[in-house]
């Protein structure tokens, strides 16, 4: 066992004490989850200036053939009793997703070929991760 898993265990506890907080717990399992994957987080719950949407992480994805810029929806439930964490990224989410996006781009200065959308769905202590799970619109 990691020697800090331990400490993130408790961590934890400490800091969702309320019902509430599911979401910000999925959000670090998410970040802990990429980074062990080799992700490089670049920023968290980013949102454009202007409005008009949150990103909940961009992440760096390292490859040979050169960086992608991956813009993650996390999306956390306690069970899936009623549906499955991944189905509530709608239409209209994917458009504010994609908006929010193309701003970060054009302020971050990053190449818009070398983009991504992935989900990430929480339920209970189980993580799936949707790579490319929606084209840019």
């Known amino acids: 066992m990691n020697p800090l898993a331990l400490l993130y265990r408790l961590a934890d506890r400490l800091r969702y004490r309320q019902h509430a907080d599911t979401g910000k717990r ?17 920023a968290r719950n980013w949102r454009p200036p202007q409005g008009g949407g949150e990103i909940d992480l961009i992440a760096c994805e390292p490859s040979p ?4 810029l991956v813009f993650v929806e996390v999306k956390t439930r306690t069970s899936d ?10 239409a209209d989410k994917r458009l504010a997703l994609c908006r929010a996006a193309r701003d970060y781009v054009r302020r ?3 190449d818009p070929g070398r983009l991504r959308f ?10 799936e991760h ?4 929606f084209p840019p619109l």
């Open 130 to 133: 949707f790579r490319d799970a």
């Open 108 to 110: 971050a200065q990053a």
């Open 26 to 42: 999925g959000e670090d399992l998410a970040h802990r989850y990429l980074r062990g994957l080799g992700y490089l987080i670049v």
């Open 81 to 90: 009793e009623c549906s499955s964490p991944e189905r509530n990224v709608d």
């Open 118 to 127: 992935d989900v990430i769905a929480i339920t209970g202590n189980s993580i």
């Open 65 to 68: 053939s050169g960086d992608t």
